[in-house]
Nanobody, 124 residues
């Protein structure tokens, strides 16, 4: 069993920055690809970013490319999402997810474990 705990969400003005963290426990973190997803009110959950087990491969949704950066520290069993130039449309609950395999994926169904989510609210 894998436990994922997100932190770092909050309220920020448009143009500001936040860094989300996701601490993992319960299995070998360094062999798992990780992802960030988000769900805005009244919308389906959507892909944000993913990173391979080594950190050498990353992919982003077009809506966040150039503004968000996903990274990981395998020694700390933690994955991060640095969010810059935030917009009101980035407002959502952000979830981290663990994939049993080392390769990246943008598909929600490819992930095996999920955190409880952290709220990010961007005011205009």
């Amino acid at each position: 069993q894998v436990q994922l705990v997100e932190s770092g969400g909050g309220l920020v003005q448009a143009g500001g920055s936040l860094r989300l963290s996701c601490a993992a426990s319960g299995r070998t973190f360094s062999t798992a690809a990780m992802g960030w997803f988000r769900q805005a009110p009244g919308k389906e959950r959507e892909f944000v970013a993913t990173i391979s087990w080594s950190g050498g491969t990353t992919y982003y949704a077009d809506s966040v490319k150039g503004r968000f950066t996903i990274s990981r520290d395998n020694a700390k069993n933690t994955v991060y999402l640095q969010m810059n130039s935030l917009k009101p449309e980035d407002t959502a609950v952000y979830y981290c997810a663990d994939r049993r395999y080392s390769g990246t994926s943008y598909r929600e169904g490819d992930y095996n474990y999920w955190g409880q989510g952290t709220q990010v609210t961007v005011s205009s």
